[in-house]
C-alpha cells in the first residue's frame, strides 16, 4: 500500500513536469508575433462547405494525465445548413465548439493536432481556426461566427443593460457605426427576437428579465452582425419545457430568415429531428456515425446511435420505462485499445477488443465507424 502511494506520487511528478513542459511549448507556439499567413491560409476540400474540421484532436493536460476529449473529430458543416451534434454528456461535443470559437480554457486545454477550415467572408480567405493568432481570431468571434450558451447570464454581464451590450457587439466588430445606427440596429435586433416593449428592455438589467427573454437577448446578440456561423451550445437545457419550445420555434424561424450555417449541440434527439439537415454522433471524443439527418434517423447502423434512438420517448408508444443504454462512458484517461464502445455493446466481436473501427461509407451522405459493417471484420466473427 505504502509503495502504490509512493508510486502515485512519482507518476502525479512525473505527470506535472511533463506538463510544465508542454504548457512553455504551447505558450511559445501562441506567443510568437507576426506569425506568416502561410500557417493558417488553406483551402477548402469542398467549397460548398463552410466549415470542414478535420481531424482536430483536442487534450486537456491535467495532473492525472492526459484526457484526450476530442480525438480526430472529422465532419463538414455545408453553407446554410444546420449540423446536429449529439452524444452523452462528457463526450466531447462543447469542447469541439470551443476549439473553434478559440475559448478553451488554457493553459491546460490545447489543441494538439488536426485542421478547423473556416471560409470566412470578413479575411476573404479560407483559415485554419486551429493555427489562427488569437488576434485574427477575435476579429471574427462575436461577429462572423457567434455562439448561444446554454445559460444565458454566461454571455450577458449583469452590471450592464441589455441595450448597450449588444451595441457594445457592434462597436467592437463595427466601429464605424454611429450611435444612432447602433441603436437602430439594437432595437430592430430586438424586435426580430420576438421581444415586445423593445424600449423598456433595451434599458433594463439581465436580471429584471426571465430566463426565456435572456436567452432571446443573447440570440439577438449573437444575430447582431450578420454571423455566417452559429454555434449553439444545448440553447434551450437551462430553460423550463414551455419555454424551451418558443425557443426553439425562434431558432427554427431564424434559422429559415438568416441563411447562417448552425452547429446545435443538444442531448435532444427530437430536437436534431426537427432543426437540423445533418446529424454527428459523438462518444467519448470520437465521432461515430455521420450523417444526412433522415437517413440516419431511418437508418441508424451503430449501436450507440440505435441505443439512443432507443431510448427516446415516443408519444404513440405505451411504455413504462424508457430504454436505457448499459453501463457508462470510458475514463477518458487511458482508455484501453479496441472500440470504445465494446463494453456496452450488445453486438461486440472480437475484433472490438483489439482495434478501433475505422469510417465505412453506407453512403456517399451516412459513414459509421463500427466493425460490423466490414466484411473482413464478419468474416473474423
Ligand atoms: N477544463 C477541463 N479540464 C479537464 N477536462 C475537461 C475540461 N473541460 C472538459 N473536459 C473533459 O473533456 C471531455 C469532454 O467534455 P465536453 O464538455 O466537451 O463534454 P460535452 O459533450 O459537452 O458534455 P455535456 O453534454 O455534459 O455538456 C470530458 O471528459 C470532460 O471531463
Ligand atoms: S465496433 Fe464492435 S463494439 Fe464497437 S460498436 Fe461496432 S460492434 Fe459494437
Ligand atoms: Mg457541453
New binding site residues.
Given amino acids: 500500500m505504502a509503495i502504490n502511494k509512493k508510486e502515485a506520487r512519482l507518476k502525479e511528478k512525473e505527470i506535472k513536469k511533463f506538463n510544465k513542459q508542454k504548457f512553455k511549448e504551447y505558450a511559445k507556439e501562441k506567443g510568437r508575433k507576426n506569425v506568416p499567413e502561410s500557417e493558417y491560409v488553406t483551402k477548402m476540400k469542398n467549397e460548398d462547405n463552410l466549415i470542414e474540421f478535420d481531424n482536430l484532436r483536442t487534450y486537456?493536460y491535467?495532473d492525472s494525465g492526459i484526457?484526450k476529449?476530442?480525438d480526430g473529430v472529422s465532419f463538414d458543416i455545408p453553407k446554410g445548413k444546420t449540423v446536429g451534434v449529439v452524444?452523452?454528456?462528457?463526450?466531447?461535443?462543447?469542447?469541439?465548439s470551443l476549439s473553434l470559437m478559440g475559448l478553451l480554457?488554457g493553459p491546460?486545454?490545447q489543441i494538439a493536432g488536426g485542421e478547423i477550415r473556416y471560409n470566412s467572408k470578413k479575411l476573404g480567405k479560407v483559415i485554419n481556426l486551429a493555427k489562427l493568432p488569437q488576434s485574427i481570431h477575435s476579429k471574427i468571434r462575436g461577429g462572423e461566427i457567434s455562439m448561444i450558451f446554454q445559460e444565458p447570464m454566461t454571455s450577458l454581464n449583469p452590471i450592464f443593460r441589455i441595450g448597450e451590450q449588444i451595441e457594445e457587439v457592434i462597436i467592437y466588430h463595427e466601429p464605424d457605426t454611429t450611435k444612432e445606427e447602433r441603436k437602430e440596429r439594437t432595437i430592430n435586433l430586438l424586435k426580430s427576437v420576438g421581444i415586445s416593449r423593445v424600449e423598456e428592455i433595451y434599458k433594463s438589467y439581465p436580471h429584471e428579465l426571465s430566463g426565456g427573454m435572456r436567452q432571446r437577448v443573447v440570440i439577438a446578440m449573437a444575430l447582431a452582425c450578420g454571423p455566417s456561423f452559429i454555434v449553439a451550445?444545448?440553447p434551450t437545457t437551462a430553460l423550463d419545457v414551455t419555454i424551451q419550445a418558443q425557443i426553439l420555434d425562434l431558432m427554427r424561424e431564424l434559422k429559415d430568415k438568416i441563411n447562417a450555417s448552425i452547429m446545435l449541440?443538444t442531448?435532444d434527439l427530437g430536437v436534431v429531428a426537427e432543426m437540423a439537415d445533418y446529424v454527428i454522433i459523438?462518444y467519448s471524443?470520437r465521432v461515430v456515425e455521420k450523417g444526412e439527418v433522415n437517413e440516419i434517423f431511418k437508418n441508424p447502423k451503430h449501436p450507440y446511435t440505435k441505443g439512443l434512438l432507443k431510448s427516446r420517448p415516443v408519444l404513440q408508444e405505451d411504455t413504462d420505462r424508457l430504454y436505457c443504454i448499459p453501463g457508462a462512458v470510458p475514463n477518458?484517461i487511458n482508455i484501453p485499445p479496441g472500440c470504445f464502445f465494446k463494453n456496452r455493446c450488445e453486438e461486440c466481436m472480437d475484433i472490438c477488443d483489439r482495434e478501433y473501427p475505422e469510417v465505412i461509407d453506407i453512403t456517399n451522405d451516412h459513414k459509421v465507424a463500427c466493425h460490423l459493417y466490414k466484411k473482413e471484420s464478419k468474416e473474423a466473427k
Avoid: A, L, Q, R
Avoid at 87 to 96: D, I, N
Fill in positions: 486537456f491535467t484526457v476529449s476530442v452524444g452523452e454528456s462528457g463526450c466531447g461535443k462543447s469542447v469541439t480554457p491546460y486545454g451550445d444545448e449541440i442531448h459523438m471524443g477518458p
